[in-house]
């Protein structure tokens, strides 16, 4: 009888990708406001092109790598361009995990997209296993403090808007992993990317020493790593089963609140762990179609 097929390859891949962006978008707090949003996303896509250029000229030359849909890349460029930023300004204006809790919103957005857009199914361990992992997160959002300070519109506004953002181009991840190359992919968002954020990084900008100029660059290839673990999680599973992946973000947050700051999780925090947890494996569970 041949073995039981999971998509448990692409809910790792997906959370290898929820881990390492969780860092890149924790940068701007890390630096305590010496970098803008549009400033440090620039600087990274320049740090991720120097990463690429050398990949494609290796591997034959920028030739094989056009694409048929430039236009769904450029869409998908400004919806992931304009997550980050929002997200990576909320994340400096607002607490990381305010920010992050909001931003959670993306998880069920994204399942309702892939549905209604892509017309996957959502049996009922599925669903299960979506609405437990997103409990588990709300949990874990409310007991790192989340909202006890009261909200402030535009970070909100901010967060809300990236989440949103990141539900339509996880559609079109979907869409485009499964017809390009992972390079292909990565190619085109990072060139779009810096040709839209040039004019807003430049008024963004702020002088950077030569330390902090490497710092910000050095994200690229973290980026670029991110970027591959995303295509190649959205590629092997359905969008409803990947995205809601991303409440482990929440988890990473407290995590890194915790490496950072000093921040112990309380008993809480380890119940809405657990419980994402749980989420995660059930996904593991559902029979790949």
């Known amino acids: 009888m041949p073995p039981r097929l999971t998509y448990l390859p692409a809910i790792l891949w997906a959370l290898a990708s ?5 860092l890149i978008f924790a940068a701007v707090k890390a630096s305590g ?4 949003a549009f400033q440090l996303t620039f600087l990274r896509g320049i740090g991720s092109l120097a990463v690429l250029v050398p990949m494609a000229l290796a591997t034959g030359g920028f030739g094989q790598y056009q694409s048929r849909q430039p236009w769904a890349h450029l869409a998908r460029t400004l919806c992931g361009s304009g997550a980050a930023v929002a997200i990576t300004w909320a994340s400096a204006e607002m607490p990381i995990v305010d920010a992050t809790a909001i931003a959670m919103l993306y998880g069920p957005l994204a399942v309702v997209l892939g549905v209604v857009v892509l017309a996957e199914r959502v049996g009922p361990l599925h669903g299960l296993a979506v609405a437990v992992s997103l409990a588990g997160a709300l949990v874990v959002a409310l007991a790192q403090g989340a909202f006890s300070g009261g909200l402030v519109l535009a970070p909100v506004l901010a967060s809300l808007g990236g989440a949103l953002l990141m539900a339509v181009e996880g559609v079109l991840i979907r869409v485009l992993g499964q017809r390009d190359r992972a ?7 990072t060139v779009l990317g810096l040709m839209v954020l040039a004019v807003p990084a430049v008024l963004d900008w702020q002088p950077l020493g030569p330390l902090g100029l490497l710092a910000c660059l050095a994200l690229g290839p973290f980026a670029v790593l991110g970027q591959y673990c995303t295509i190649r999680g959205y590629r092997a599973a359905p969008l409803s089963v990947v995205a809601p992946v991303d409440n482990a973000w929440l988890v990473f947050a407290a995590v890194l609140g915790f490496l950072a700051f000093g921040e112990v999780p309380g008993p809480m925090t380890v119940l809405g762990a657990a419980l994402i947890i749980a989420g995660g494996v059930a996904l593991t569970r559902v ?3």
């Open 18 to 22: 929820t881990a390492i962006w969780t």
């Open 33 to 36: 406001g010496a970098v803008g």
């Open 183 to 189: 390079l292909t992919v990565m190619l085109y968002v």
């Open 287 to 289: 029979k790949a179609r």
